[in-house]
T-cell receptor, first 117, second 117 residues
């Protein structure tokens, strides 16, 4: 079955420093991977996705993610963190059609990012 | 472009009562999803529609949950009767289509926070 894991419940970083939010995946077939961000009392906002091609994917708000097939990882990164980046981040993998799903997303448990001034 | 609309934003009910949530997807999006997000967890798919047909309801507790998407646009999710463990945020998402390559991005609404007392 398709799955993703986010090993850190929370990541703390100082404003201006680089940030990394980790995600590892387990899939049958080619992985289709996504990152979403959730601010308090709001829905999920799409950041970026990896389908195929370059291993470094650029997304919204200066975020990027690095796909590493050998390590089965898809870590989210940003060169310089902002206080306004503080939020809940979710990694997700698409389920199907190889695994029998119909494009539903399977989410990790989320990582809370706290950026301190 | 207007995003996914959901109402109500908040709902408090007592156990054994019924409740309904409404979703209006992005115009032109054929696929609509309902996810349940329990506090501290990632969203989990409840049901997925392609136009007005159900393509995946494998994780929908059908003894108490029901959903419909008449005319292939708006959708309603109902819980009857509600249990304490149904307390969660119910997220609606839509995507342009369910393609074989799964490249379509899902866009989420703000969610409905349900509290069952």
């Amino acid at each position: 079955a398709q799955s993703v894991a986010q090993p850190e419940d929370q990541v703390n970083v100082a404003e201006g420093n680089p940030l990394t939010v980790k995600c590892t995946y387990s899939v049958s077939g080619n992985p289709y991977l996504f990152w979403y961000v959730q601010y308090p009392n709001r829905g999920l906002q799409f950041l970026l996705k990896y389908i195929t091609g370059d291993n470094l994917v650029k997304g919204s708000y200066g975020f990027e993610a690095e796909f590493n097939k050998s390590q089965t990882s898809f870590h989210l990164k940003k060169p310089s963190a902002l206080v306004s980046d503080s939020a809940l981040y979710f990694c997700a993998v698409r389920d199907g059609p190889v695994s029998g799903g119909y494009n539903k997303l399977i989410f990790g448990a989320g990582t809370r990012l706290a950026v301190h001034p | 472009e207007a995003g996914v609309a959901q109402s109500p934003r908040y709902k408090i009910i007592e156990k054994r009562q019924s409740v309904a949530f409404w979703c209006n997807p992005i115009s032109g999006h054929a696929t609509l999803y309902w996810y349940q997000q329990i506090l501290g967890q990632g969203p989990k798919l409840l049901i997925q529609f392609q136009n007005n047909g159900v393509v995946d309801d494998s994780q929908l507790p059908k003894d108490r949950f029901s959903a419909e998407r008449l005319k292939g646009v708006d959708s309603t999710l109902k819980i009857q009767p509600a249990k304490l463990e149904d307390s969660a945020v119910y997220l609606c998402a839509s995507s342009l289509r369910t393609s074989g390559k799964g490249t379509d991005t899902q866009y989420f609404g703000p969610g409905t926070r349900l509290t069952v007392l």
